[in-house]
């Protein structure tokens, strides 16, 4: 039996449960968790998702401008590889560099190369909140409204 931990047992683990209160760390393992499991999803999936994240309401991520702001290391606007493999060096989880460029290139949805701030909130936004009364109103009263002509 290997003593070495997957990723996914390693953010179950307690510690990680107690570093993501840690401000020094720049992404929580939670977030972390969400980013990998975006770049288990298929392609349509992931552009979805980047249209809704449009459309989230600003209290459900406000953390998250923060933690986009943490990682972004010399304000540029978008997180690069050196600023996830960083963030992920200093979560405490040993991921291969590949993972990591994999990762970056799956949130990568306009292939610019680096992480904008929408396609991080895509993959790191809870799922659960993503999909609520509020963003789906967002999205289809604004097609309605389209449809209608803008008419009352
Ligand atoms: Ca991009």
Known sequence: MSSRMTIDQALQHPWI??????????????????????????????????????????????????????????????INADDLKEAVKQLGVSSSPEVVEGMLQRLDADNSGEIEYEEFLAAAVNKKELVTDHTLNHIFGAWVVGRQGGGG
Do not use: C, W
């Open 17 to 78: 449960t107690e570093f993501q209160q840690l401000p020094d760390r720049p992404l929580s393992g939670v977030v972390f968790n969400r980013l990998k499991r975006f770049t288990e999803m298929t392609k349509l999936h992931g552009i979805m998702l980047n249209v809704v994240a449009k459309y989230l309401p600003d209290d459900s991520i406000g953390q998250l401008r923060e933690m986009f702001k943490t990682l972004d290391k010399g304000n540029k606007g978008t």
